[in-house]
């Protein structure tokens, strides 16, 4: 049931007074305070800020337990015990991924994200159903939040026979984008692991979005073939490659002239800005051009029982990454919650446009920078023209 | 006005269901929940969790902007720079410290933190104006919040003649540790600048806090120049060593020794945990027996927009950087942000035991994994049995 409503005296970031009317749930016109006019309720917004809905850019919502009795982290020290875990522990919360992932989603909501990819693992023990089940997660949540998907190899793409074939039918039940995973480091045959992943992104049409933790050189190098696979496949603007922390490892004249490449491939990164190892430079990246976005990774699940959500959050944890300061590099990293990601989504009809969705967030909060430094809880979340979130909570619950 | 109270059902970290009887502003007792028996009002607290009041070891509330209209970054590039950005800024934005200072205590006070350590700023050019105004605010908030200081020579002790005798002054009016800074990088002297700082302390009895961002080897050497001082005056237990970016820039073989000495001596490390250097190796130094504390550093002033003097946050940060996940590492940052707190601060009387002073934080978070990664601002905080701070917002502002 998109809205016909009229938001008045809200605050934009650029600290215009202005008026946001909404019809049929899409934003209609941004006019100055006091000027719009127009059908359904009106809502004085007393000055607080408007933000354009954030954008998630990077979740494992099938991997959450959000919403469950808290559970200490059991996991051992490497990368094969951290999965071996993972399975153990979903097998013994033996609670459905309606309910964990639905659980996350509404506090995703909650805090503002109205457009939000996520990675759905497959293998050849737990077949298709994490993607069963998030596709009918995604159909309980349609009328708020739009939600794209990225078939993910979590324990190997050729190390695990029968993978690929689960990752085709992924795609043909309706999964956006075709998952790859240190194409060197875990699958050890890099070349074919990403033939087999642009070979399927192209036969269906679908993006590309590849989790790249490989470190030094050895990350680099993949970079460079992930640039080769976009340019023969013709794939410009549909690839992202998640973490890259290898671009954050050399010199930034080291990676100059690949990161040309990616602009002028349209390959976005994705980083979620963690501290305890390098992330690609991303002022000098951005401006060669390249586009890189925000992401929470995981949440709460068998990995870390960090994170919340929030999206400002999110991009505050980018700027206290490098320590920025100046308003226009707090406007970065607000951006790559939002238009930045929109971009690496292949969003259509995203921002305060008038034409686009009318999804926006309402929060007390003076300026951007005020807004990521605070983050108050006090949201209001319209989406498609209605308010779906108040106060910290998600108003219509679909939880069972 | 200390009260007399009961708060019942209160959830403990180790997840037993407790009262707390309160009288006369101490903590009397703690008993199972549904035992408690006393005078005074009683709360149900309704199974949320009870935390120790925060403990904040290193704030700059003098220079803070909070509360004031937002003010774009203006710094310029260099360190220099930044302190003379900084004197123009404060300068042309004229507001009582009462009233900056005041505004941002108050936040921090609603977070939960009851025990704050400040550093002063002090430097011919202001004299002992910030002290003055600072011993002030202390005054003024004395029946809710614990307040310390340091008197801080922010632009330098042997390169601004007459800085010295401001800060004996300082001291004399009741200012509780000694600050340094940089005794090699910025100084100059570190011989001549640590002799000054102690003799000083020893002179009055104070405590010694240095801010040391000296890189390499240079930093490490001036830690085992201030450990000759604290063990030549005899000041164990009593110093405080801030940041100590150098400690996490070399192998943890190459500062065991080290290491060592200060868990021998006493000495504290206080981090912010930046993400944008390196920061001394927690998990182990603590091991080590090294007391390690945080603190927010400057919020919102005319070096960072960043910070909201949230100690949960800080605590969170911590965790963060090191990408900890265990319930133990959880436990860790948290100390950090309380009880290793207080003993850098040497507090006495500190923490929910009988006998202390009644100082708690209530929330609704499940386990202290919970309370740290969503950070709920709806806190109930408790000083000396009383409820100062509720929702976000302190009770009893004394703001004009």
Redesign the interface.
């Known amino acids: 049931m998109p809205a016909t409503a009229i938001y008045r005296n809200l605050r934009t970031t650029d600290n215009k007074l202005v008026d946001i009317a909404c019809a049929d749930g899409k934003l209609k016109a941004i006019s100055p305070a006091g000027t719009a006019t127009g059908d359904g309720q009106a809502m004085d917004c007393k000055s607080q800020l408007v933000l354009p809905a954030l954008v998630e850019s990077h979740l494992h919502l099938d991997k959450t337990l959000w919403g469950m ?2 559970r ?2 059991s ?1 051992g020290a490497t990368l094969k015990d951290y999965i071996a875990n993972e399975r153990k522990v979903l097998r013994e919360v033996n609670v459905p991924i309606a309910r964990r992932a639905g659980s996350l989603l509404e506090q995703c909501i909650a805090r503002g994200s109205l457009h939000i990819r996520s990675h759905i693992d497959i293998d050849p023990e737990i077949g298709l159903r994490h993607v069963e089940a998030m596709l009918q997660l995604r159909e309980a949540y349609r009328d708020v939040v739009e939600m794209q998907f990225v078939v993910f190899p979590q324990t190997g793409l050729l190390i695990q026979p029968g993978t690929a074939e689960l990752m085709e039918e992924a795609l043909k039940m309706g999964v956006e984008a075709v998952g790859g995973l240190d194409p060197a480091g875990i699958d050890n045959d890099p070349i074919r692991h990403l033939q087999i992943v642009f070979d399927l992104a192209v036969k269906y049409g679908k993006g590309v979005d590849i989790h790249l933790h490989d470190r030094g050189e050895l990350g680099l190098w993949q970079i460079e073939r992930i640039a080769d696979f976009t340019a023969a496949t013709g794939l410009k603007d549909k690839v992202v490659i998640s973490h890259a922390y290898c671009l954050g490892m050399f010199p930034t004249s080291r990676i100059e002239a690949l990161g040309r490449r990616l602009a002028d491939l349209g390959i976005s990164l994705m980083t979620s ?5 390098s992330v690609p430079p991303v002022d000098f990246l951005k401006a060669l051009g390249v586009n890189i976005c925000c992401g929470s990774d995981g949440i ?1 699940d068998a ?6 959500g929030d999206m400002l959050e999110r991009a ?2 980018l ?5 920025w ?3 226009a590099e ?1 406007v970065s990293a607000f951006d790559s919650a939002t238009y930045a990601g929109a971009r690496a989504l292949g969003l259509s009809g995203y921002g305060l446009e008038p034409g686009n969705a009318a999804n926006f967030v309402i929060l007390p909060a ?2 951007l ?2 807004a ?6 006090e949201r209001r979340v319209v989406s498609h023209g209605r308010v779906v979130a108040e106060g910290g909570s998600f108003l219509d619950t679909r939880l069972t």
């Open positions: 009795p808290w200490p982290n996991a800005a963690p501290a305890d190892t709460r990995w870390t029982p960090l994170g919340n505050m944890l700027a206290f990454r490098f320590e300061a100046k308003d707090l003076e300026t920078g005020d990521l430094a605070r983050r108050p809880a």
